[in-house]
C-alpha cells in the first residue's frame, strides 16, 4: 500500500512550498538588480514593516499612566501574557501610586509572584510609588530625566511610558526590537542602548513610538530569536541575514 498525505495536509504543504519557491526567486531576482543604498533599503524595510502591521498596539492591558508604568516593569524578563493574567487582581487592590504606595513590598509579591524577579520588582513598584507621591505630586512623571529617577525604570520602560503613555517621540528597545533591527541591518549595535541611538537616526521621529510596535510585534511573530520565518517574511529580499538563515533551514 502507498502512503499519501491526507488531502488537507498536502494542500498547506504545497502552499508552504509555493511560498518558499516566491521568495527564493524574489531573493535571486534581487540579486541581478542594482544594490541599494542602506538609506533606500532602510526605508523600504520601514515602509514594509508600517504596512504590515499597522494597527500594532502594545499588548499590556492598563487603565492609564501609572498602571501602564506598573505593567512595563513587571513585563522585565516576562511575557505581556503573563504580565496580563496578574495585573487583573493586582489592580484591584492597588490601582493607583497612592495605594501602592501605602503597602509594603511583601504585601505585593503574592500578586506579581509568577512574573519573575517579583521580590526585586516588589521592591521597585513601592519605591517608585512612594517617590511619585513625595516628588511628583503623585503623577507619573512625563519627561526621560525624570523618569529614570524612578526604581525599577530603565530606559526602555522610561520610552514606552513615554511613547504610549504620553504620546512622545520615542523608541524602546527590548529584546524584539534589537534582534530585529541588528539582524535587518537598520542598526549594528552591540547593546540597547546603541540600538536606540542608531534607530532614532534612521527611523524619522514622527515614526519613532510606532515603529517600536512594528519591530516588536515582526520579532514575536516572525523573527523569532532560533528560528526565523524568513521564507515567509515581508523584508527577505531586503533583509541581509535572510539568504543565511535561509541556508540553515535547507541545510537542516
Excluded at 127 to 137: D, H, K, T, V, W
Excluded at 222 to 242: F, G, I, Y
Aim: with cysteine.
Amino acid at each position: 500500500m502507498i502512503w499519501q498525505k491526507r488531502p488537507d495536509v498536502a494542500a498547506r504543504t504545497a502552499r508552504r512550498s509555493s511560498t518558499r519557491r516566491t521568495r527564493r526567486a524574489k531573493l535571486k531576482k534581487n540579486a541581478r538588480r542594482p544594490a541599494l543604498t542602506k538609506a533606500q533599503r532602510d526605508a523600504a524595510i520601514l515602509d514594509r514593516l508600517r504596512r504590515a502591521y499597522a494597527g500594532a498596539e502594545i499588548a499590556l492591558d492598563f487603565d492609564d499612566t501609572f498602571q501602564l508604568l506598573v505593567a512595563v516593569i513587571l513585563s522585565a524578563q516576562c511575557t505581556d501574557v503573563r504580565v496580563n493574567m496578574v495585573t487583573p487582581a493586582l489592580f484591584a487592590r492597588y490601582p493607583s501610586a497612592e495605594a501602592m504606595a501605602a503597602t509594603e513590598p511583601e504585601d505585593l509579591e503574592p500578586y506579581i509572584k509568577t512574573c519573575g524577579l517579583f521580590t526585586t520588582k516588589s521592591k521597585n513598584l513601592v519605591a517608585a510609588s512612594r517617590m511619585i507621591i513625595e516628588r511628583f505630586g503623585g503623577k507619573v512623571p512625563h519627561t526621560m530625566e525624570e523618569l529614570l529617577e524612578l526604581p525599577g525604570v530603565g530606559r526602555k520602560t522610561a520610552n514606552v511610558v513615554l511613547a504610549v503613555g504620553f504620546s512622545q517621540d520615542a523608541i524602546a528597545v527590548d529584546t524584539h526590537v534589537f534582534r530585529v533591527a541588528n539582524r535587518t541591518g537598520l542598526t549594528r549595535a552591540r547593546t540597547p542602548a546603541q540600538s536606540e541611538r542608531q534607530l532614532m537616526k534612521v527611523v524619522p521621529k514622527k515614526w519613532w513610538a510606532r515603529a517600536h510596535q512594528w519591530l516588536i510585534h515582526h520579532g514575536r511573530e516572525v523573527c523569532h530569536a532560533r528560528k526565523p520565518a524568513c521564507a515567509t517574511c515581508v523584508l527577505v529580499d531586503l533583509c541581509p541575514s535572510a539568504k543565511r538563515f535561509l541556508t540553515l533551514s535547507n541545510g537542516s
